[in-house]
């Protein structure tokens, strides 16, 4: 079993930064695809962005896509979230997620484990 704990979430105003952190429990995170997802509300969780193991690999929804960046330490069991030129549509409950033996995944169904989220919220 593992488990997810996301941190780095507030309140921030439009064209600011944020990085949100993701950490793992257990031994193993390195076999791990990370994904994070986001749900604003009244909205589908939605895909942001995903690694493969060692994070060499990156993909990224088109409405992030220059903004934000992800990036893992596998010795410190964490994926990040660096988000940049942040918009009040960027406002939502962001998760992390992990895809056991995963190559890393826009589908939410690919993944097997998820925290419970930290809330962002960008004011204009």
């Known amino acids: 079993q593992v488990r997810l704990v996301e941190s780095g979430g507030g309140l921030v105003q439009a064209g600011g930064s944020l990085r949100l952190s993701c950490t793992s429990s257990g031994r193993t995170f390195s076999r791990y695809a990370m994904g994070w997802f986001r749900q604003a509300p009244g909205k589908e969780r939605e895909f942001v962005a995903a690694?493969?193991?060692?994070?060499?690999?990156?993909y990224y929804a088109d409405s992030v896509k220059g903004r934000f960046t992800i990036s893992r330490d596998n010795t410190k069991s964490t994926v990040y979230l660096q988000m940049n030129s942040l918009k009040p549509e960027d406002t939502a409950l962001y998760y992390c997620a992990a895809d056991d033996y995963g190559l890393g995944s826009r589908s939410e169904y690919e993944y097997d484990y998820w925290g419970r989220g930290t809330q962002v919220t960008v004011s204009s």
């Open positions: 690694c493969n193991w060692s994070g060499g690999n990156t």
